[in-house]
């Protein structure tokens, strides 16, 4: 990612500044309160408070406490845009002054190695666990702890001196340490990531030695492109472990399962749920009708068929689904006729590469899945307690009871039944003609950096 030159025109932040400077109401900082200047329409609301923020004065403690009400990410230290908001907060720098060390600091962003561990196409379990142990301390083979960078660093930048050139030089020392995406929260998804797929090679290796259940085994294999390879010939569960290590991981597949274990109700037509509710075949009028109505506007190419013609294509789209998912999650089926989720993909290639920061939903559920799905050590199991740990340190907002889908979480993870609880919530929401809360999150992963750039 290359730092910005050469622009002179202003950017939307700077309009935005300075429609806030001549705006009567100085004490500004709700970002709904901003919706329709003609500049902060265009600005997503963290940058919107961030903009409110230079115009109070507000202290860096101040503008995170804001962010994080707002359900808004805090400020990043080790990303280098924010690491000079960080300053400029903490040392009480205007907006004007902010820009300029920000003009200042271009050389130091130009070096920031955007392309460390897991950028190559081919990402094996071999790559995720040395990504991981370079940011733990003390790494051995299950137990890993953060380094704790992005807090010595925000510590830093809070207690600095006023001296921008010592700054400066402080960043350019300390080049390695910065990232253009949210790298703690990477951190924490690829060690869920790989405690899911240390646990898929290990039953296969114990399935080897014991002899039982190796097809099973092999079958839960497909989270890695390996199948074909392990099943030519007889490998020692030591041979097998070796292979798996360094095979490529099916991102595709990954993805698959997650939208499996959250009932496939992130991809699937909504309207499925709501009719899986109903006795198709004795619907009265008025509810045939509904339901017809429902499905026109939900798929505008049923425009024009009849209340019964549109409910029997529902409901062949249904029965095709489900011989789908019968051949594909079937114990004798190898996982080869699954048709891969190219979006799934991207956006998991995007994720490991660190081309885009995960949003607070999104990173949740993949934390719940990993978890559900993996051996995972005792003291890192995902828990009320260790899911604030894990926010808290990313910088995202702890979970809240009063919102929708904090509450979901808190009671899943107390649930005996967990599973009937996610089925329980997906349907009642889709009797509300509402979409689950997981459906599609992943839209709201953006890239920090490239927001900044967009908006400066």
């Keep these: 990612m290359k730092a910005n030159k050469g622009k002179s025109k202003a950017g939307l932040m700077d309009g935005l500044i300075s429609e806030l400077l001549s705006s009567e109401n100085k004490s500004i900082i709700d970002p709904d309160m901003l919706a329709d200047d003609k500049f902060a329409k265009n600005v997503p609301d963290r940058y919107r408070i961030i903009a409110a923020a230079f115009v109070n004065k507000s202290s860096l403690s101040e503008l995170n406490s804001a962010l994080v009400s707002h359900s808004c990410e805090q400020l990043y230290a080790r990303n280098p845009y924010e690491a000079t908001l960080i300053y400029a907060f903490s040392k009480g ?3 004007d002054e902010w820009r300029s060390l920000l003009k200042e600091s271009e050389k130091i962003r130009s070096q920031v190695n955007d392309e460390p561990l897991l950028s190559s196409g081919r990402l094996s379990l071999s790559d995720i666990r040395k990504y991981v142990a370079k940011n733990s301390e003390d790494a051995d083979d299950t137990h890993y702890e953060t380094l704790h960078r992005t807090n010595s660093i925000q510590a830093h930048l809070s207690t600095a001196s006023g001296d921008r050139k010592e700054l400066l030089k402080y960043l350019l020392r300390n080049t390695s340490e910065f990232s253009f995406v949210r790298e703690i929260t990477r951190y924490y998804f690829c060690k869920y990531l790989m405690y899911f797929l240390e646990t898929r090679k290990r039953d296969y290796c114990q399935a080897l030695e014991s002899g039982r259940g190796v097809a099973r085994a092999l079958s839960r294999l497909s989270v890695f492109k390996v199948q074909t390879t392990l099943a030519r010939k007889k490998y020692t569960s030591e041979e097998a472990a070796v292979i798996i290590d360094e095979a490529p991981v099916s991102l595709s597949a990954i993805y698959d399962e997650f939208q499996a274990f959250y009932f496939d109700f992130t991809s699937m037509d909504w309207m499925s749920v709501l009719l899986e509710r109903y006795d198709i075949y004795n619907l009265t009028a008025s509810q045939k009708k509904d339901v017809a109505n429902y499905l026109r506007n939900y798929n505008k190419s049923l425009a024009g068929k009849s209340d019964e013609e549109v409910i029997a294509w529902q409901q062949e789209e249904m029965e095709r689904r489900d011989a789908e998912a019968d051949q594909k999650y079937s114990l004798d089926s190898d ?17 490991l590469r660190g081309s885009v920061d995960l949003d607070r939903t999104t990173f949740l559920s993949f934390l719940l899945f990993f978890d559900k799905e993996s051996d995972v050590p005792a003291e890192h199991r995902i828990n009320e307690a260790r899911l604030r740990d894990i926010l808290n340190g990313c910088g995202f907002s702890v979970l809240d009871p009063e919102r929708e ?28 003609q509402e979409n689950f809360y997981l459906y599609k999150s992943h839209l709201a992963s953006k890239s920090k950096s490239s927001e900044w750039e967009h908006l400066l």
């Design 405 to 432: 889908i904090d509450d979901f979480i808190i009671e899943y993870m107390k649930a005996d039944d967990p599973m009937s609880l996610l089925l329980q919530e997906a349907e009642i929401m889709a009797m509300s």
């Design 335 to 351: 996982g080869s006729a699954a048709v891969p989720s190219r979006v799934g993909e991207t956006f998991l290639r995007k994720v």
């Design 93 to 95: 720098l205007s907006y």
